[in-house]
Each structure stands twice: as C-alpha cells, then as structure tokens.
C-alpha cells in the first residue's frame, strides 16, 4: 500500500494528512490524527466519504457496476461457484482446493442441527410473529447455548461460532417459516447440499416425501451467493461496530440482523415486491413514476436505487436471469408481477428523473419475484437475505477482531444542542 500526503487547512493552521492508497479504488485521506492537531472532527453523516476500515474482502466500483468477492466478478462466482465455495472464499481469502472444499462442505453440515431446547424458545411466540424478529432473538440466544464458542480472543473458538452460525441460520430461518405456518419443523438431513437441504426444512411435511428440484435449488443457491457480502454497507457496519466492542459473536449478527430489517436495506425486496403487487397493472405505472418524482410525495420507487451503484447493479443483472428461469422451470408463463417489473424497468431506465439520478434497478427489485414464485411468503424474503449475509457478516468480524490496529468503534458529533445551563426546581419553572 502506497502512501503519499496532502494538506489540510483549517482556521490558520496548516496539517499534512497521510493519503493511503489501496490496491484499487479511491485513495483515503487519514484524519485519525486531526483531533488531535487541531481540536475538530470531520462530519459526514451517512458515511459518505469515509472509509471506517482497511478490508481485503469485497470491492464495489459503483459507478462501473462492478462487485468482487476477494478479487473475483460476481458473475463468476455465481456463474461457476456454489455458495458454501464462497463462504470458504470469503472466510479464507482464497477458493478451496477439491480436499479443502469437501472438508469445509462437511464441517458446514455437521453443524446444521441446532439445541434441541431452541425448538422450546420459538413457543414463545406469536403465530404472525414477524421472522425477522424471530431470526434476532434466536440468532442472539445462539451464544446462550453455545457458550463455548463466545470467547472471541481464541481463533479456534471464532472458527467454530462462524461454522456455526453459517450452518445453523437455514435450520432457524425454516423453523421461523414452519412456526409461521403451523407446521412442524423438519430437522436437516446431511445428504443434502446445503441449499438443497434448506428447501426441505421449509417445504417437506412429514406425511410425504420431499423431491428438491434441482433447479429451484442451484437458483436459490445462486441468490445467497450474490447476498454474500457488499463491503461496509449499513448492517455490516453495524456487526463491525458491535464487535468491536469485544461482544460476542452470536450478539453481533443479531445486531446485524436487526439492521438488515430496515426497508432501506434488507427490507427492500419485501418492500419492492409489495409495491409491484400494489401497482398491479402496467397501465398503473405511469401514476407511481409520478409519485416518486413528486418532492411532496414520500412514496419512491423501491428496488431502486442505491447509496453505492450509481449504474446497473451487476447483481440485479444476474438475479433477472434467475428470475426467468424459475418462472419457467416453474411454468409460470404470465406473471402479472413481472409483467409490471419489466415495464416498470423499461419506463424508469428511460424517464429523466432516474436517469439523472442514475438510478438503476437493485438487486431486491426482482428478488422479489423469484422467491415468491419459489413459494417463499414476503414476511420470509429478508430472512433469506440475512441468511446468506451471515457469511459476509463474519468474515468481516473476523477481519476486524484480527486487525492489530482495531479499536472500539466511537464515532464523535457536532454538538447543536442547548450549552450548559442551571437546573431549575419545578417550582421556579416559569
Ligand atoms: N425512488 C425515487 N427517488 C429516489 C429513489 C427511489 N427509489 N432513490 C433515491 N431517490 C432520489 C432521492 O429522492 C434523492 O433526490 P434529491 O437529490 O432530489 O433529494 C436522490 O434520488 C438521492 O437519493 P438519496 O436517498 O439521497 O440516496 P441514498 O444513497 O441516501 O439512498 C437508497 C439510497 C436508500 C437505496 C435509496 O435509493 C432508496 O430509498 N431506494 C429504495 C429502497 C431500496 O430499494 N433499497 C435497497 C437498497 S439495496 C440493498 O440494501 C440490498
């Protein structure tokens, strides 16, 4: 890593900056120093130009469009990979060797059941319990019953909770689903791929024999690849700055996973797939374009749009070409949904607003569709996603816990409020 400097200056002072530079992408300015040289912070609300760490995990270029998991193309990965290979790239740094892949494929499995008194914990939920609220209680209760794999100063144990929480989050995410639904819940069967076996917990019943399509699999499988990791994104920072704290795993992902909840972020593809199922018919779309441009209107387009992408999301690219091949592996020759989709993509990638803008279709925009088409209920799409971001959550607390120069995370502010005063009794309160 390069490192040149630069110069700031602020009131009469003048203070030379370290600039870093990475293997690629934009350089940062390195203003750990600044308070101390000159008594201020910098303000960046949303974090929109500052880098919180150092990672070799995932590079965004936003504005080509590109995304890479340890230096390969998305579309690589979900062309030629399965996700377990990803998980073990984007834990290890590099893909595994055949031997290293069936180790790590069998670790994964013999790690898939979960404590048999986790089946009492779900009891104490509603029925129509949102899952969501359900995967942060139970992820979070992990470290409950796991307890000795909490002490995050051992690699070994760090090892063991993540190999844990990749494999266990399929078997809590189904039982969320079949608590949901009153069904009850179909412990993992280890012949299975992963993906495979994940279908099944959701959708075998024990009164007759469970046959996985092949297809709905690999495409399900190609979805967790693509949600695998996104670099610093809001829920990932979330887990970093939760760990960094010294917390233990478990209660790290839950954090996460309550962030991902947000509809600004994991929410989106519910959200996205609602609002489709609102607008209904394509004749319908022009008024909700209009909506979204309107300043006085709060609607926007959801599934559009992204704080880092300011091109097609190549992920979004990829999901589309699932989408069709579930619909017709499913036979599913005219969906309304998607023929609302598909307009709707056509008229905004035209309209001004969002061509200036420069927003483009994310990748929840036709999650949506293809999950639902699977038979996932909406309550379950953000479930999914916070499944196959487990992995990127960890790797990115692993990568933190092992970072010499990681501290607790503690952002400063600009203070507006009132300055210091006396109390007054009530009393004398006028
Ligand atoms: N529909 C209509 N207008 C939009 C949309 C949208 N979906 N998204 C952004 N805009 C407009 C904003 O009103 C704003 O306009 P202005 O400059 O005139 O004020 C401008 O575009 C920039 O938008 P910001 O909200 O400032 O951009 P930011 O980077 O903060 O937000 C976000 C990104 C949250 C993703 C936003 O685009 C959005 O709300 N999209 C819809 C929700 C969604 O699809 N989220 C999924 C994100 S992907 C993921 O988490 C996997």
């Known amino acids: 890593m390069s490192s040149t400097t630069s110069t700031l200056n602020v009131d009469s002072k003048s203070v030379e900056l370290a600039v870093k530079a990475g293997t690629i992408g934009p350089s940062v300015v390195d203003i750990s120093k600044l308070y101390g040289q000159t008594g201020m912070f910098t303000y960046d609300p949303g974090f929109t130009s500052t880098a919180a760490c150092e990672s070799k995990i995932t590079y965004i270029d936003g504005d080509e469009g590109i995304l890479l998991y340890r230096g390969y193309p998305i579309e690589q990965l979900a062309e030629h990979g399965d996700f377990l290979e990803t998980c073990y790239l984007l834990l290890y740094g590099e893909l595994p060797t055949a031997a290293q892949k069936a180790d790590f494929d069998y670790r994964v499995t013999r790690h898939t059941m979960v404590h048999d008194q986790m089946n009492r914990f779900f009891q104490g939920f509603r029925r129509d319990a949102h899952p969501m609220a359900i995967m942060v209680a139970c992820v979070g209760a992990l470290s409950a019953f796991y307890h000795d794999s909490t002490d995050i100063s051992d690699p070994q144990q760090r090892m063991i909770a993540s190999m844990r929480m990749i494999a266990k989050m399929p078997t809590l995410a189904a039982m969320a689903y079949k608590y949901s639904i009153g069904q009850p819940f179909v412990y993992p069967q280890n012949d299975l791929d992963y993906t495979s076996n994940f279908l099944r917990m959701c959708f075998a019943v024990p009164c007759e024999e469970y046959k996985v399509n ?18 610093q994104n809001a829920s990932t920072s979330t887990v970093r700055l939760a760990g960094s704290s010294g917390a233990n795993p478990f209660a790290c992902i839950a954090a996460g996973i309550a962030c991902l909840w947000g509809p600004a972020h994991g929410g989106a593809n519910e959200a996205a797939l609602k609002m489709l199922e609102e607008i209904g018919t394509p004749d319908r779309i022009p008024h909700y374009i209009a909506k979204a441009k309107d300043k006085n209107d709060p609607f926007r387009l959801m599934g559009f749009g992204h704080r880092v992408y300011k091109n097609y999301d190549p992920r979004a690219r990829i999901m589309q070409k699932t989408t069709h091949e579930v619909l017709n592996e499913l036979g599913i020759k005219d969906d309304p949904l998607l023929d609302v989709a598909v307009e709707l993509e056509q008229i905004a990638l035209k309209d001004e607003y969002f061509v200036e803008k420069k927003l483009y279709p994310n990748i929840d925009f036709y999650s949506g569709i293809t999950l639902k088409a699977m038979g996932f209920p909406t ?30 995370g503690r952002p400063r502010q600009l203070y507006i409020g009132s300055p210091k005063r006396d109390y007054v009794t009530v009393a004398q309160r006028g």
């Open 214 to 231: 092949p297809v709905l699999s690999r495409a399900l499988d190609r979805i967790f690849i693509l949600h695998a990791d996104h670099e």
């Open 379 to 408: 309550s379950m799409f953000t479930v999914l996603f916070a499944l196959a971001r487990t992995v990127g959550w960890i790797a990115q607390w692993s990568e933190m816990i092992e970072d010499p120069s990681q501290r607790i």
